[in-house]
């Protein structure tokens, strides 16, 4: 684990395992809380997050926060009428990256299980703390991953220097009746996206912007 996550914090001490957040919130990498879980964090984090590892065109990366938004875009295009609650859990979808970073498919796949697993209780975590069942339907997450592959198909062909054709291959046809055009916001306006975005779902959801709506269902 990368330097500032973990390490000894002084002689004799056992291994630090939190990170400290800018809200103030010390979240424990290990067995993370709902309650050290903040949207502001999230949106910060998931702004200064590179897509593709930062090898895309433009003056900023295309960042984690950005290709969020475009995903929940895409999921409701691929069913109308979606649930605001299933809209947030494809915005939050790639949520936990705002601790352990967007790691390409390669790597997670040679990291194997032990990211999986660390990976699932950071989104367990964040699903709790914004009222969203700690494991999303498979349905929906169906739902999710397929929109999440068409946005990296478009990614693809149009940041990240992919033909066409490959892009085909790796992510599939793109949905029928589905068109972007994708052009990287700054971290700073991906942020104010993000967050505006989050919080009008929450209003919909009829819950308030600070409350710890836990939900177990």
């Known amino acids: 684990m990368r330097k500032g996550l973990r390490g ?31 949207i502001e964090d999230i949106a910060h984090g998931l702004a200064r997050v590179a897509r593709w590892n930062g090898q895309t065109v433009g003056e900023h990366a295309f960042s984690v926060a950005q290709h969020s938004l475009v995903v929940e875009e895409i999921a409701a295009h691929l069913r109308p009428g979606l649930e605001p609650r299933w809209r947030l859990a494809a915005l939050l979808h790639d949520a936990p990256e705002y601790v352990i970073g967007d790691m390409i498919s390669p790597f997670k796949a040679a990291l194997g299980f032990d990211y999986k697993r660390f990976e699932a209780r950071l989104e367990t975590a964040i699903h709790l703390r914004f009222g969203l069942p700690a494991q999303t339907p498979s349905e929906i997450r169906d739902l999710i991953k397929t929109a999440d592959r068409a946005c990296a198909g478009l990614e693809a062909v149009q940041l990240a220097g992919f ?28 942020q104010a996206r993000y967050l505006t975005r989050f919080h009008l779902l929450l209003e919909s959801l009829g ?7 836990l939900n177990t269902e």
């Not at 939190?18 to 424990?28: E, K, V």
């Not at 054709?165 to 949905?175: I, M, N």
């Not at 819950?207 to 709506?213: K, V």
């Open 8 to 38: 000894t914090s002084g002689k004799g001490e056992p291994p630090r395992a939190w990170q400290r957040m800018l809200s103030g919130r010390r979240l424990d990498l290990l067995d993370p809380s709902p309650l050290d879980v903040e």
């Open 207 to 213: 819950l308030e912007p600070g409350a710890h709506a």
């Open 163 to 190: 033909a066409p054709a490959e892009a085909l291959r790796l992510f599939g046809p793109a949905p029928s009746g589905l068109s972007a055009s994708l052009a990287p916001l700054s971290p700073s306006a991906a």
